[in-house]
């Protein structure tokens, strides 16, 4: 059984940065490709990061290129959101998944999900 853990949220001012982190157990970390998504009061959620099973492809929701980098660290079973340059926008619920597939995007191509960690970025 897969099991992802998040945390590193909390409350930051507009500006700020932010690192998450998400723990994967249970299974090879290594055969999994990550992501991260958000979502936000009253919102959908939505695919934010995605890292591939080897980590040399990531890829990112359109506004957060260049502000925010998804990074995976197979030694430790850990993948990262480094968030920087945050706005009060990005604040939302943002969730680990985790699925074998090649480089899934969607909620529904991510079998495994976290608890989710709070962001709020004040303004």
């Known amino acids: 059984q897969v099991e992802l853990v998040e945390s590193g949220g909390g409350l930051v001012q507009a500006g700020g940065s932010l690192r998450l982190s998400c723990v994967l157990s249970g299974r090879t970390f290594s055969s999994y490709a990550m992501g991260w998504f958000r979502q936000a009061p009253g919102k959908e959620r939505e695919f934010v990061a995605g890292?591939?099973?080897?980590?040399?492809?990531?890829y990112y929701l359109d506004s957060v290129k260049g502000r925010f980098t998804i990074s995976k660290d197979n030694a430790k079973n850990t993948v990262y959101l480094q968030m920087n340059s945050l706005k009060p926008e990005d604040t939302a619920v943002y969730f680990c998944?985790?699925?074998?597939?090649?480089?899934?995007?969607?909620?529904?191509?991510?079998?495994?999900w976290g608890q989710g960690t709070q962001v709020t970025v004040s303004s």
């Open positions: 998944a985790a699925d074998t597939q090649l480089l899934p995007r969607t909620e529904r191509e991510y079998n495994y």
């Open positions: 890292i591939s099973r080897s980590g040399s492809i990531t």
